[in-house]
C-alpha cells in the first residue's frame, strides 16, 4: 500500500487480480498461527464465517490439510451466525454449511466447533448468547477472524444499526439481506427474519481480523467500509478501529475505491482514455453542469488540475469527450451497414451478421438488453440466444404445482404423465428437500417456455433459442456451482456451430460464485481454445451487466436508445418470465418487480446522458466490449 492509497482508506486493505492469490494469502496467515500453536502444545481459535466468499479460502485449507499434513486437530472454532429459527439439520443452516464446506473434511474434533445454537426456544436465547460470549472468552479470545460483507455493509449479522459495543445477540435482518437470501431458502417468504450473531464488539475482541470480498456487486459497499467515517449505517466501518484489520479484495470488489475509481485523487495517473472520460463525466455530473459548458477554473479547483494542465485547455478536453461519449450512442447494435464505422462502436459489415446471445440463465438476456435483441433482429441479423443453464433452481415449487395442474387437466387420463409424479412429489416433499431429476426438469420447462414467450416479444422465433443446461449447474445448488471441462465443451461446440460475428453475454468481474461468473468462465475458456479458427478474429463480444447494476458511465462503449414503446415492450418481454416476479405479498418485499428494476436501470442511464448534454432519450440499455486475449480480460474472467 502506498501512502498516498492511506489518505482515503482507513483500513489496510491488499487487493489481488484474483481470489485464488488473495485466498493464499488468508491461509499463510492460518497455517503459521496453526503451526505455532500445535508447536507449542496450545490451540488456535478461529473465527468463521459463511456465505459463498470463505468458500475458496476454505477450499484451500482442506487441500493444506490433505496434501500438506496440516493438522487442525488443536483449532478451536468460533462461527460467526446462525438463522432463527432454524434447525442444524435444515439444508441452508450454518452448522451445515460449516460441516458440509470445511469440518467434514478435516481432522477438527466437533467439540472444539461452535456454532450459534439456532433451534432454542425463543427464552433460552439469551443465555446462550452470554454462554457464547463466554465460550469464546474461556477459549482465550479468537486469534483470527474471518468476515464476509453483505450489500448492506453487514459483518456476520450485524446489520446497519448495530454498535461497535454490541455483543452476541438475537437479530431482525434487513430486507436486502432476506432478499440476498431468497434464492438459497427458494423464496423471500422461507428465509427467517431473525439470526443469532456475534456483536461488532465481539468481532472487534478478535486479535486478527481479515475481511474478505470478491465481485463488483459488493464494491459500492466496500468503499464506504474502507473510506468513509466509521457508522453504523455500514456496520463493517467500525472495523477501521481495530489495530490488525486487513481487508483482502479481488480487483473488481476493489474497483470503486478511489486509488481505482479516481486515481488523479491519490497521484498522478497516465491519463487513459476511460479514466480521463471518468474524470470528466464525474466533473459534469458532480456540478451539475453539462460537459460543454465546463470551464478550465471547474477542473481546477476539482482535483483536475494536472489533466486540464497537460491535456487542456477546457475548450478542447470538453468537446473531445463530448465526440467520445457521443460515439457511444447507436440505433445500429449489429453495426449500419454501407456507412463510414469510424465513429460507431459496431463494424459496418458484414451488413447482416451471426449474432450469439449467451445467457446465463433464462430472463438474463431480455433484462439486459430486450431493446437490443430487437433491434439486431429488426435489423435482418441472424440472432441466436443460447440459455447456458436452465434455471430451474429459480422455479418455486408453487410455479410448478401450477403448471402440473394445468397440464393434468388437459391430460386426465394419463396415469404415470410427468405432471402426475410432479404433483405426487409436490404432495409429499418439503420446500427444502432436493428436487428430483423429473421435477428439475420440469421446472427447467417452465423456464424454456417463459423464455420463448418472452423472446417472442422481442420478435425472435421461438427456434432461435437454445437450452445448453449446463451440467455444472445441473450439479450444483446456488454459491456452490463449479465449471468443468464438459461446460467448456459444450459452449465450445455451439461457438463452432454458429462462428459469430458477435457475440453478447456477461458475467465478467461477477462474484466467483455466481452463476453468471461460472457462466463467463466457461465461454471465456472455450472462446480461447478455439482461437486457432478464423472466425474468432472477426468477432466482437459485447458484455451486459446481469446483477442488478449498470455499467460505469465512463466505461461504456456502446449505448443503444430505446424509445418509450420500446421500453414498453421491454417490459412486456421481461413480464413473460412470470417465475421470477415476486412471490411475496407487496408488503413484505425488498425491492421492485424485475421489470420496473430495469426499467428504472435503463431510464437512468439515459438520464445521465442527458445531464452530460446529450441527446435525452427515454432509456438506455448499455455494454461494453470485452476483449479475450487482453491481460485485462483475464485477471477478471475466471
Ligand atoms: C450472510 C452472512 C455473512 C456473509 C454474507 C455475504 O449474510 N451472515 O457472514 O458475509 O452473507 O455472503 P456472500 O459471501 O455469499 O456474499
Same mark, same amino acid.
Given at each position: 500500500?502506498?501512502?498516498?492509497?492511506?489518505?482515503?482508506?482507513?483500513?489496510?486493505?491488499?487487493?489481488?487480480?484474483?481470489?485464488?492469490?488473495?485466498?493464499?494469502?488468508?491461509?499463510?496467515?492460518?497455517?503459521?498461527?496453526?503451526?505455532?500453536?500445535?508447536?507449542?502444545?496450545?490451540?488456535?481459535?478461529?473465527?468463521?464465517?459463511?456465505?459463498?466468499?470463505?468458500?475458496?479460502?476454505?477450499?484451500?485449507?482442506?487441500?493444506?490439510?490433505?496434501?500438506?499434513?496440516?493438522?487442525?486437530?488443536?483449532?478451536?472454532?468460533?462461527?460467526?451466525?446462525?438463522?432463527?429459527?432454524?434447525?442444524?439439520?435444515?439444508?441452508?443452516?450454518?452448522?451445515?454449511?460449516?460441516?458440509?464446506?470445511?469440518?467434514?473434511?478435516?481432522?477438527?474434533?466437533?467439540?472444539?466447533?461452535?456454532?450459534?445454537?439456532?433451534?432454542?426456544?425463543?427464552?433460552?436465547?439469551?443465555?446462550?448468547?452470554?454462554?457464547?460470549?463466554?465460550?469464546?472468552?474461556?477459549?482465550?479470545?479468537?486469534?483470527?477472524? *474471518?468476515?464476509? =460483507?453483505? +450489500?448492506?455493509?453487514? %459483518?456476520?449479522?450485524?446489520?446497519? &444499526?448495530?454498535?461497535? !459495543?454490541? /455483543?452476541? @445477540?438475537?437479530?431482525?435482518?434487513?430486507?436486502?439481506?432476506?432478499?440476498?437470501?431468497?434464492?438459497?431458502?427458494?423464496?423471500?417468504?422461507?428465509?427467517?427474519?431473525?439470526?443469532?450473531?456475534?456483536? *461488532?464488539?465481539? =468481532?472487534? +475482541?478478535?486479535?486478527? %481480523?481479515?475481511?474478505?470480498?470478491? &465481485?463488483?456487486?459488493? !464494491?459500492? /459497499?466496500? @468503499?464506504?467500509?474502507?473510506?468513509?467515517?466509521?457508522?453504523?449505517?455500514?456496520?463493517?466501518?467500525?472495523?477501521?478501529?481495530?489495530?490488525?484489520?486487513?481487508?483482502?479484495?479481488?480487483?473488481?470488489?476493489?474497483?470503486?475505491?478511489? +486509488?481505482?475509481?479516481?486515481?488523479?485523487?491519490?497521484?498522478?495517473?497516465?491519463?487513459?482514455?476511460?479514466?480521463? @472520460?471518468?474524470?470528466?463525466?464525474?466533473?459534469?455530473?458532480?456540478?451539475?453542469?453539462?460537459?460543454?459548458?465546463?470551464?478550465?477554473?471547474?477542473?481546477?479547483?476539482?482535483?483536475?488540475?494536472?489533466?486540464?494542465?497537460?491535456?487542456?485547455?477546457?475548450?478542447?478536453?470538453?468537446?473531445?469527450?463530448?465526440?467520445?461519449?457521443?460515439?457511444?450512442?447507436?440505433?445500429?447494435?449489429?453495426?449500419?451497414?454501407?456507412?463510414?464505422?469510424?465513429?460507431?462502436?459496431?463494424?459496418?459489415?458484414?451488413?447482416?451478421?451471426?449474432?450469439?446471445v449467451l445467457s446465463p440463465e433464462p430472463a438474463d438476456?431480455?433484462?439486459?438488453?430486450?431493446?437490443?435483441?430487437?433491434?439486431?433482429?429488426?435489423?435482418?441479423?441472424?440472432?441466436?440466444?443460447?440459455?447456458?443453464?436452465?434455471?430451474?433452481?429459480?422455479?418455486?415449487?408453487?410455479?410448478?404445482?401450477?403448471?402440473?395442474?394445468?397440464?393434468?387437466?388437459?391430460?386426465?387420463?394419463?396415469?404415470?404423465?410427468?405432471?402426475?409424479?410432479?404433483?405426487?412429489?409436490?404432495?409429499?416433499?418439503?420446500?427444502?428437500?432436493?428436487?428430483?431429476?423429473?421435477?428439475?426438469?420440469?421446472?427447467?420447462?417452465?423456464?424454456?417456455?417463459?423464455?420463448?414467450?418472452?423472446?417472442?416479444?422481442?420478435?425472435?422465433?421461438a427456434t432461435a433459442a437454445r437450452f445448453l443446461d449446463?451440467?455444472?449447474?445441473?450439479?450444483?445448488?446456488?454459491?456452490?456451482?463449479?465449471?468443468?471441462?464438459?461446460?467448456?465443451?459444450?459452449?465450445?461446440?455451439?461457438?463452432?456451430?454458429?462462428?459469430?460475428?458477435?457475440?453478447?453475454?456477461?458475467?465478467?468481474?461477477?462474484?466467483?460464485?455466481?452463476?453468471?461468473?461460472?457462466?463467463?468462465?466457461?465461454?471465456?475458456?472455450?472462446?480461447?481454445?478455439?482461437?486457432?479458427?478464423?472466425?474468432?478474429?472477426?468477432?466482437?463480444?459485447?458484455?451486459?451487466?446481469?446483477?442488478?447494476?449498470?455499467?460505469?458511465?465512463?466505461?461504456?462503449?456502446?449505448?443503444?436508445?430505446?424509445?418509450?414503446?420500446?421500453?414498453?415492450?421491454?417490459?412486456?418481454?421481461?413480464?413473460?418470465?412470470?417465475?421470477?416476479?415476486?412471490?411475496?405479498?407487496?408488503?413484505?418485499?425488498?425491492?421492485?418487480?424485475?421489470?420496473?428494476?430495469?426499467?428504472?436501470?435503463?431510464?437512468?442511464?439515459?438520464?445521465?446522458?442527458?445531464?452530460?448534454?446529450?441527446?435525452?432519450?427515454?432509456?438506455?440499455?448499455?455494454?461494453?466490449?470485452?476483449?479475450?486475449?487482453?491481460?485485462?480480460?483475464?485477471?477478471?474472467?475466471?
Amino acid at each position: 500500500m502506498t501512502d498516498s492509497t492511506t489518505t482515503f482508506e482507513r483500513i489496510p486493505t491488499a487487493v489481488f487480480p484474483h481470489n485464488q492469490a488473495a485466498v493464499a494469502h488468508v491461509a499463510d496467515a492460518i497455517e503459521r498461527l496453526v503451526r505455532e500453536r500445535a508447536d507449542a502444545g496450545q490451540p488456535a481459535v478461529l473465527g468463521l464465517a459463511t456465505g459463498s466468499t470463505p468458500v475458496p479460502l476454505y477450499r484451500e485449507l482442506i487441500r493444506r490439510h490433505r496434501e500438506e499434513g496440516l493438522s487442525f486437530a488443536h483449532v478451536v472454532t468460533f462461527n460467526l451466525d446462525e438463522y432463527y429459527p432454524l434447525e442444524p439439520q435444515h439444508p441452508e443452516s450454518y452448522h451445515r454449511f460449516m460441516r458440509e464446506q470445511l469440518f467434514d473434511h478435516l481432522d477438527i474434533p466437533a467439540a472444539q466447533i461452535h456454532v450459534p445454537p439456532g433451534d432454542l426456544p425463543r427464552d433460552e436465547v439469551h443465555a446462550a448468547c452470554t454462554a457464547y460470549e463466554r465460550a469464546i472468552d474461556d477459549a482465550g479470545g479468537i486469534d483470527i477472524q *474471518v468476515l464476509g =460483507i453483505g +450489500r448492506t455493509g453487514h %459483518i456476520g449479522f450485524n446489520e446497519p &444499526g448495530s454498535g461497535p !459495543a454490541s /455483543v452476541t @445477540r438475537l437479530v431482525t435482518l434487513d430486507r436486502l439481506t432476506r432478499a440476498d437470501a431468497a434464492r438459497d431458502f427458494r423464496g423471500e417468504a422461507n428465509v427467517p427474519r431473525y439470526a443469532i450473531t456475534m456483536g *461488532v464488539g465481539t =468481532i472487534l +475482541r478478535a486479535r486478527r %481480523i481479515f475481511l474478505l470480498a470478491w &465481485g463488483r456487486a459488493k !464494491a459500492d /459497499v466496500l @468503499r464506504q467500509a474502507i473510506e468513509e467515517m466509521p457508522s453504523d449505517t455500514v456496520p463493517a466501518s467500525y472495523l477501521q478501529s481495530h489495530a490488525a484489520s486487513e481487508v483482502i479484495l479481488d480487483a473488481p470488489a476493489a474497483s470503486e475505491l478511489t +486509488r481505482h475509481r479516481s486515481p488523479w485523487l491519490v497521484g498522478f495517473p497516465e491519463w487513459s482514455t476511460t479514466l480521463t @472520460r471518468r474524470a470528466v463525466t464525474d466533473l459534469s455530473l458532480r456540478l451539475g453542469k453539462p460537459l460543454l459548458k465546463l470551464v478550465d477554473k471547474d477542473y481546477q479547483e476539482n482535483g483536475l488540475a494536472d489533466l486540464v494542465t497537460s491535456h487542456g485547455p477546457a475548450y478542447d478536453l470538453n468537446i473531445r469527450l463530448f465526440n467520445e461519449v457521443q460515439h457511444t450512442i447507436t440505433g445500429w447494435p449489429g453495426g449500419k451497414p454501407h456507412v463510414d464505422d469510424t465513429h460507431r462502436p459496431e463494424r459496418a459489415e458484414p451488413a447482416r451478421k451471426r449474432v450469439l446471445v449467451l445467457s446465463p440463465e433464462p430472463a438474463d438476456d431480455i433484462l439486459a438488453m430486450a431493446a437490443t435483441l430487437h433491434r439486431l433482429v429488426q435489423h435482418g441479423h441472424e440472432v441466436t440466444v443460447a440459455y447456458l443453464t436452465s434455471g430451474n433452481l429459480g422455479i418455486p415449487d408453487t410455479e410448478a404445482r401450477w403448471a402440473a395442474q394445468l397440464m393434468l387437466e388437459a391430460n386426465a387420463a394419463e396415469t404415470d404423465s410427468l405432471a402426475r409424479r410432479v404433483l405426487d412429489e409436490l404432495a409429499r416433499k418439503s420446500d427444502f428437500d432436493q428436487d428430483s431429476a423429473d421435477l428439475r426438469q420440469f421446472k427447467a420447462y417452465l423456464r424454456r417456455s417463459e423464455a420463448r414467450a418472452a423472446l417472442e416479444q422481442c420478435g425472435l422465433n421461438a427456434t432461435a433459442a437454445r437450452f445448453l443446461d449446463l451440467p455444472f449447474y445441473e450439479a450444483g445448488t446456488y454459491r456452490r456451482f463449479t465449471v468443468t471441462s464438459a461446460d467448456v465443451e459444450s459452449v465450445g461446440r455451439l461457438l463452432h456451430e454458429i462462428q459469430p460475428h458477435q457475440i453478447f453475454t456477461t458475467g465478467a468481474a461477477a462474484d466467483p460464485s455466481s452463476v453468471p461468473a461460472q457462466s463467463f468462465a466457461a465461454f471465456a475458456h472455450a472462446f480461447r481454445d478455439a482461437a486457432k479458427h478464423a472466425w474468432t478474429r472477426d468477432c466482437w463480444i459485447w458484455l451486459f451487466r446481469s446483477d442488478g447494476r449498470e455499467w460505469p458511465l465512463a466505461e461504456i462503449e456502446m449505448a443503444v436508445p430505446c424509445s418509450p414503446d420500446e421500453l414498453d415492450r421491454k417490459a412486456q418481454a421481461i413480464y413473460q418470465h412470470r417465475s421470477q416476479r415476486h412471490q411475496t405479498p407487496v408488503t413484505d418485499r425488498a425491492s421492485a418487480e424485475p421489470w420496473e428494476q430495469a426499467v428504472t436501470r435503463n431510464r437512468t442511464t439515459a438520464g445521465l446522458y442527458d445531464r452530460l448534454g446529450l441527446a435525452e432519450y427515454e432509456a438506455i440499455e448499455c455494454f461494453v466490449r470485452w476483449h479475450p486475449m487482453s491481460e485485462a480480460s483475464t485477471s477478471t474472467a475466471t
